[in-house]
């Protein structure tokens, strides 16, 4: 067997289409009619057959008709009889009332299978048309090969045209190779080969792989299993054409493809057909199955059986990672007991932190227990939850700087407590972070608002948390004005007593020298001497804000 290497010799070698070919595309693509005329001279009825092309007579007087004559004689325009000559049931159309058939016209899509040896196969694709127009009842498809595959075991090379539609009809295009194994058409949602009207491509001779390399190549099972894997991975949307070229063509080039699907882990075999071969997990040119998962036999048949879906496989892995002799169904009895998302923090934890996996499990089912209470049963949410608040701990603690070298500290003996107390502490934090940004803004509103009369003063917030809890203290809902403070959106200032400070007492909101609103505790009104010394402080902040020069400010007091 030779293989071609370039492009050249690939294309000058490729098969043609034979009339056999011909006749299969014209029968097995397109709608199959029995164009009809009645001649009541002759007492009879003029067939033509679109499917087989033979026409043939049926005559009114006959003495002996069976069912089928009956349809075939009696039936009307857009009724259905079989071919006598081809055994096709058609629709009968008739050849006065079709007009000029334009109505009729079909593109289709074929995948011819053309083996020249049992090594060596090509996959002639393209579009085929059949045009009745002008009456031409007895018309033969025309077609234009789009893309060549050829398959040999190990090697695999994909050329593809592509359509100029600046006009309705085809204008040839150059062939160029692809990156990589791609589907020979744009996909529609269409099966393969399901309806008459709805079909996405044809195979044409596709019993001809029987006798190549790639007889045992399980085309039905991967559509099975392409199906369900859609479904796990692609939400709402409908499965559309199964892409059985591209199959075809990573079957011939791996031979684990078929394998792999007939021991149930077509998954891996979906993901790779849709662009994700997964390579830091899968070596798809090793020998066998176990050794592209780079597994031992016995791992490999505990996660043949195991495996449900890429959640567990990809926590499999993590946990591999660490772990090098973990099986796969103790990851399986992991992700059952704390649901796929806390599973899969639990492993990135352990392997970012090096951890123990038992004693890290140990802790966690502990604390389930403990947070559950006496003689009852922790289910999976709280398995869950407990999970989730052990992880968010762990990140709360890390941004705290907290000694994570420590036992205690890393699987802490309360943890609800723990992970509040931390979760509190990065909120301290983080409102430090968010005033640094916001300190730019706060010198500015601190030199044009702050100011005291010597019984009142108005202070900044220091951030968002201190507009928050200026809300929480006086009951009202300036904490939703706390972000957009913080940006500049508007500005709210606090109003307290010049001896007191730290006292929350009135609220003010204010956009440039205008007062939008001011509350007091619980969205009380201003009393009539607050109201005075807001009136004296806004029209000091109209004239400018003017300062005493030697006096660092009126407010430092
Ligand atoms: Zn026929």
């Given at each position: 067997m030779r293989v071609y290497k370039t492009m050249d010799a690939i294309m000058r070698h490729a098969p043609e289409l034979t009339p056999d070919d011909e006749a299969k595309i014209n029968k097995d693509c397109f709608l199959p009619y029995l164009f009809f005329r009645d001649d009541r001279k002759a007492q009879c009825r003029e067939f033509v057959c679109t499917s087989c092309g033979e026409v043939f007579l049926e005559e009114f007087t006959k003495k002996i008709m069976t069912q089928g004559d009956y349809d075939r004689i009696l039936n009307k325009h857009n009724d259905f009889a079989v071919c006598p000559k081809c055994g096709r049931k058609a629709q009968l159309k008739e050849m006065y009332r079709a007009?000029?058939?334009?109505?009729?016209t079909e593109w289709r899509r074929f995948v011819a299978v053309k083996p020249v040896g049992a090594n060596t196969v090509y996959l002639l694709c393209g579009y085929a048309v059949k045009n009745y127009t002008g009456?031409?009842?007895?018309t033969k498809p025309k077609y234009d090969i789009s893309a060549v595959y050829y398959l040999t075991p190990g090697y695999v090379r994909v050329f593809r045209k592509d359509y100029?539609?600046?006009?309705l009809g085809m204008r040839d295009g150059q062939f160029y190779e692809p990156k990589s194994i791609v589907e020979p058409f744009t996909r529609?949602?269409?099966?393969?080969?399901?309806?008459w009207d709805k079909r996405g491509y044809s195979f044409i001779g596709?019993?001809?792989?029987?006798?190549?390399?790639?007889?045992?190549?399980p085309m039905d099972l991967f559509d099975k299993a392409y199906e369900q894997w859609w479904y796990s991975t692609h939400y709402r949307n409908s499965c559309g054409e199964f892409p059985d070229v591209k199959f075809l063509a990573y079957s011939a080039l791996y031979s684990n493809v078929e394998r792999l699907i007939k021991l149930g882990l077509g998954d891996f075999v979906c993901s790779l057909t849709e662009g994700?071969?997964?390579?830091r997990y899968i070596n798809?040119?090793?020998?066998?199955v176990q050794s592209m998962f780079r597994m031992r036999k016995d791992e490999f048949r505990n996660f043949q059986k195991a495996y449900y879906g890429f959640a567990d496989f990809e926590i499999y892995q993590i946990l591999r990672s660490v772990?090098?002799?973990?099986q796969y169904g103790t990851v399986k009895a992991i992700c059952e007991r704390y649901h796929y998302e806390a599973a899969k923090r639990i492993a990135k934890v352990i392997k970012a932190r090096k951890l123990n996996l038992t004693r890290t499990l140990h802790y966690l089912e502990k604390k389930a227990k403990e947070e559950k209470g006496p003689r009852k049963r922790p289910e999976q949410k709280d398995y869950e939850t407990t999970a989730i608040w052990w992880t968010d701990y762990l990140d709360f603690a890390e941004s705290l700087k907290?000694?994570?070298?420590r036992g205690d500290v890393l699987y802490p003996k309360r943890l609800k407590e723990a992970h509040d107390n931390a979760s509190d502490a990065v909120t301290v934090q983080k409102d430090k972070l968010a005033f640094e940004k916001y300190r730019e803004r706060y010198e500015k509103l601190k030199k044009k608002y702050e100011w005291s009369d010597g019984t009142y003063k108005i202070l900044i917030p220091k951030g968002i948390n201190d507009i928050v809890e200026e809300g929480k203290v006086l009951s009202h809902c300036v904490g939703g004005y706390a972000e957009r403070h913080v940006n500049g959106k508007t500005t709210i200032l606090f109003m307290r007593l010049a001896k007191e400070p730290e006292k929350r007492l009135v609220t003010i909101e204010v956009k440039g020298d205008t007062i939008c609103q001011n509350y007091g505790y619980k969205d009380r009104r201003v009393t009539e001497k607050e109201k005075e010394f807001i009136e004296k402080w806004i029209a000091w902040v109209r004239a400018g804000s003017r300062r005493p020069k030697k006096k660092k400010t009126a407010s430092a007091a």
């Open positions: 007009k000029d058939c334009k109505s009729l009456r031409n009842y007895n100029d539609y600046t006009y529609t949602y269409a099966y393969n080969i399901s309806y596709f019993d001809r792989l029987q006798s190549t390399f790639l007889k045992y190549a994700r071969p997964m390579k798809w040119n090793a020998p066998t772990k090098s002799d973990i907290y000694d994570l070298s």
